[in-house]
């Protein structure tokens, strides 16, 4: 099978809600659901959060990350971290590591660790950026760009954890994901694995956007808001790798400093802004990779 | 100073014109479109009359010493000049353009002379020059890009695309177009 069967498959898969996840999922996809209910006592929700302790630690560094503890005072409770971050950032987290759990669990090759962690390293860092220009940039809900930024690639994370079914699938050409129809493919195993998740539908609205790619000069929407994030991600996805036959530019793109985006917004242009929030933008990226 | 016309970048895309290396269009309604390497592209906008303009240019200037049938049109300052003065003669007023600009891709080869950049740092400077606002752009980088100009509204879209084969191909035959425009013209004696 090559990589357009293999996507296709999974898509199907996804299509019928036939999600292949880990077993120690189960605890995050507790959370998440318990979290549906807008009227579950914190500290329901914080006990839930404590049974799984990578979860517990994550939610409290999001909770004391400059982006959320503009008051200063350090949170060291898991309770208080939900009730600083509220429940739509807490869900929003759950799925964070429900994403990553996809691929703890399989037997990963080295070669599927590292996309992995590239992978994640990309996602937290889209979703820092996602959720600072939704803020001083275009104004649409930040906590929903937060969300957004944490599954735009959600059928990588699914796709590297269905890899060991499918030997060779990541090894063989990598600039092979760059090819039209298997960049339109990833789009709908992204489609399929959202929609199997239950994603709501403004998020879906904006993934739709991401898909097609062309960013409004200068941003107004979610999608806009998810692709300028994407843009100027440090770190890039390995499902589109840069042209290696370039090792430079390759290494440049990889780093964020191969093209340059600038846009007057207002009295301000986006690099002050990018630079009035760079700590921000680190101490959230930062606490996502914990 | 665009004005949010609410659609998304693909609806004008299906409504938009292509113009190639060496074109430009002024309109007042139909969305310009084009598909970028190291080329650039400037695209204008009056917002007073609501009407926009784009060129895309492969070279920032005609060369020194290239014969005279060299194609001027692919030249950033001929087809700067071009832009701004089909605006002007459509009855834009020059202290009122805004500009946007995209492209100079590095995405053929690292050695062969940036020409991407030296296309971005061209039109750069060229706007500051004749004092045209450039307000928002996105130069560089091993991507192609396709550009969208709305011209009734000011609106500019803009995709990245990694190089795939497809477009590798589209990008080297611009590139060795611009290569022989640089190569010295052989001089031919005529006998009568």
């Known amino acids: ?290 | 100073m665009a004005i949010d016309s609410g659609f998304t970048g693909k609806d004008f895309e299906r409504l938009a014109f292509n113009i190639n290396p060496g074109g430009w269009a002024v309109e007042t309604e139909r969305p310009i479109a084009t598909l970028l390497g190291s080329c650039v592209a400037v695209c204008l906008y009056d917002p007073k009359l609501r009407m926009g303009g784009m060129n895309h240019f492969l070279l920032p200037s005609k060369r020194a010493g290239a014969g005279d049938d060299t194609d001027v049109v692919l030249a950033g300052d001929y087809a700067m000049e071009v832009l701004v003065n089909a605006m002007l003669a459509k009855g834009a007023h020059k202290d009122r353009l805004v500009a946007k600009a995209f492209g100079g891709g590095n995405i053929v080869s690292s050695i062969r002379m940036a020409i991407g950049d030296r296309n971005a740092e061209f039109a750069t400077e060229w706007l500051a020059r004749e004092g045209i606002p450039l307000t928002a752009s996105d130069f560089g980088g091993p991507w192609s890009r396709k550009v969208l100009c709305v011209p009734n509204t000011g609106e500019a879209f803009c995709r990245r695309s990694p190089v795939n084969q497809a477009i590798a191909e589209v990008v080297k035959a611009e590139a060795d177009y611009e290569q022989s425009l640089a190569a010295p013209k052989v001089k031919r004696v005529e006998l009568f």
């Not at chain 1, 820092?128 to 930040?142: G, S």
């Not at chain 1, 090819?179 to 694995?193: P, T």
């Not at chain 1, 200068?218 to 996805?237: F, M, W, Y």
């Open chain 1, 1 to 290: 099978m090559d990589k357009c069967d293999i996507l296709k498959t999974l898509a199907a898969e996804a299509g019928r809600r036939d999600l292949n996840f880990q077993t120690h999922a189960a605890v995050t996809m507790r959370v998440r659901r318990a979290l549906d209910d807008p009227e579950v006592p914190v500290a329901t929700v914080a006990k839930l959060i404590q049974a799984e302790p990578v979860l517990a630690a994550r939610v409290v560094a999001v909770a004391n990350s400059v982006a959320f503890s503009s008051a200063g005072r350090a949170i060291v409770d898991v309770r208080s971290a939900v009730s600083r971050l509220g429940f739509r950032n807490v869900r929003s987290l759950a799925t964070a590591f429900l994403v990553r759990q996809m691929n703890a669990g399989a037997k990963a090759g080295p070669l599927q660790q590292q996309m992995a962690t590239q992978l994640w390293e990309h996602t937290s860092h889209v979703t820092a950026l996602a959720h600072v220009l939704a803020r001083r940039v275009t104004h649409v809900d930040a906590e929903v760009a937060l969300f957004a930024g944490i599954v735009h690639e959600i059928g990588g994370f699914y796709l590297l954890s269905r890899a060991v079914d499918y030997p060779g699938l990541l090894e063989d050409d990598p600039a092979g994901w760059n090819e039209e129809d298997v960049l339109a493919l990833q789009g709908e195993l992204d489609r399929a694995v959202l929609r199997a998740l239950a994603v709501p539908e403004p998020v879906m609205a904006a993934m739709e956007a991401f898909w097609q790619g062309f960013l409004a000069m200068p941003p107004r929407t979610l999608g806009d808001t998810l692709l300028l994030a994407e843009d100027l991600a440090p770190v890039a996805s390995p499902f589109h790798p840069v042209n290696d036959a370039h090792p430079k530019e390759a290494a440049d793109a990889a780093t964020g400093a191969a093209a340059s985006i600038e846009m007057i917004l207002g009295a301000d242009t986006l690099s002050a802004i990018l630079k009035e929030s760079a700590e921000e933008v680190n101490s959230l990226a930062g606490a996502l990779q914990l």
